[in-house]
């Protein structure tokens, strides 16, 4: 479960204090999924980051639980904030971020290698269910954008993690390309129970969760749900 309360956010320039999330609320059940959109700036990257602990907000509550493990992320120490992001946590971005001197299958071991939570034959049907089996040995620069994303969706759902966060992860793919590997990234975490956060400009892609908010003036707004 992934539960934010009275989220601020701000940031300060040379000259003034930019507000960018404002008393942000949301609740989402333990493998559900909500999608957020949002104009250019509205803050979804700045939210997204808070939830990797790669920032912190000015106030509020951010709190990741599964089963008996409660993250209180604004209260973690280094250690506690390394052990989430390595074992509750998967990324996705809109550049693939992979290591290209390794192979497809290395680049996907790596988080499941620093987890200590290595399940092969889990990985095996990961990498068939997204359809990359057959290029494990290869390197990512012989792959399409397509063909790469979905190894960065095996690499952030391959230590099983407890909350994938993407942000427009089909961002630089086709629409062909963007409807097929949203909705593995979508169907894969409803698989795994992992609670999906996915930052999208695409209405199309929004529409494949279970939750469609907005992000206006600082805050989160439901626009439809399934
Ligand atoms: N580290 C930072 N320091 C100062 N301002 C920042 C910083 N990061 C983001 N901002 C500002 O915060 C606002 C929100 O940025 P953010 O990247 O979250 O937007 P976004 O909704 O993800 O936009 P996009 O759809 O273009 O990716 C922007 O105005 C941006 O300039
Ligand atoms: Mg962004």
Same mark, same amino acid.
Do not use: W
């Given at each position: 479960m992934?539960?934010?309360?009275?989220?601020?956010?701000s940031y300060?320039?040379?000259e003034?204090?930019?507000?960018i999330?404002?008393?942000?609320?949301?609740?989402?059940?333990?493998?559900?999924?909500?999608?957020?959109?949002?104009?250019?700036?509205?803050?979804?990257?700045?939210?997204?980051?808070?939830?990797a602990?790669?920032?912190?907000?000015?106030?509020?509550?951010?709190?990741?639980?599964?089963?008996?493990?409660?993250f209180?992320?604004?209260?973690?120490?280094?250690?506690?904030?390394?052990?989430?992001?390595?074992?509750?946590?998967?990324?996705?971005?809109?550049?693939? @971020? !992979?290591? +290209?001197?390794?192979?497809?299958y290395? =680049?996907?071991? /790596?988080?499941?290698?620093? %987890?200590?939570?290595?399940?092969?034959?889990?990985?095996?049907?990961?990498?068939?269910?997204?359809?990359?089996?057959?290029?494990?040995?290869?390197l990512?620069?012989q792959?399409?954008?397509?063909?790469?994303?979905?190894?960065?969706?095996?690499?952030?759902?391959?230590?099983?993690?407890?909350?994938?966060?993407?942000?427009e992860?089909?961002?630089n793919?086709?629409?062909k390309?963007?409807?097929?590997?949203?909705?593995?990234?979508?169907?894969?975490?409803?698989?795994?129970?992992?609670?999906?956060?996915?930052?999208?400009?695409?209405?199309?892609?929004? @529409? !494949?969760? +279970?939750?469609?908010?907005?992000?206006? =003036?600082?805050a /989160?707004?439901l626009?439809? %749900?399934?």
């Amino acid at each position: 479960m992934l539960s934010i309360k009275n989220l601020y956010k701000s940031y300060q320039d040379a000259e003034e204090t930019r507000l960018i999330l404002q008393d942000l609320s949301i609740e989402v059940a333990q493998g559900a999924s909500i999608s957020i959109q949002g104009e250019s700036g509205s803050g979804k990257s700045t939210l997204l980051h808070l939830l990797a602990t790669l920032d912190k907000p000015d106030s509020g509550e951010l709190i990741v639980q599964s089963g008996e493990q409660r993250f209180n992320l604004l209260n973690l120490s280094e250690s506690q904030a390394d052990e989430y992001r390595k074992r509750q946590l998967g990324i996705i971005f809109q550049k693939y @971020n !992979l290591i +290209d001197c390794i192979s497809v299958y290395e =680049n996907v071991l /790596l988080p499941a290698h620093l %987890s200590q939570k290595l399940d092969p034959s889990y990985l095996q049907g990961l990498l068939s269910t997204l359809g990359i089996a057959v290029y494990k040995h290869k390197l990512p620069e012989q792959l399409s954008g397509g063909e790469q994303q979905r190894v960065a969706i095996a690499r952030a759902l391959a230590h099983q993690p407890q909350l994938v966060l993407a942000d427009e992860p089909t961002g630089n793919l086709d629409h062909k390309n963007a409807a097929i590997v949203s909705r593995l990234l979508v169907d894969t975490c409803k698989q795994l129970n992992t609670t999906l956060v996915l930052v999208t400009h695409s209405e199309k892609v929004a @529409n !494949l969760t +279970d939750y469609q908010y907005r992000l206006v =003036n600082g805050a /989160l707004q439901l626009s439809s %749900s399934k």
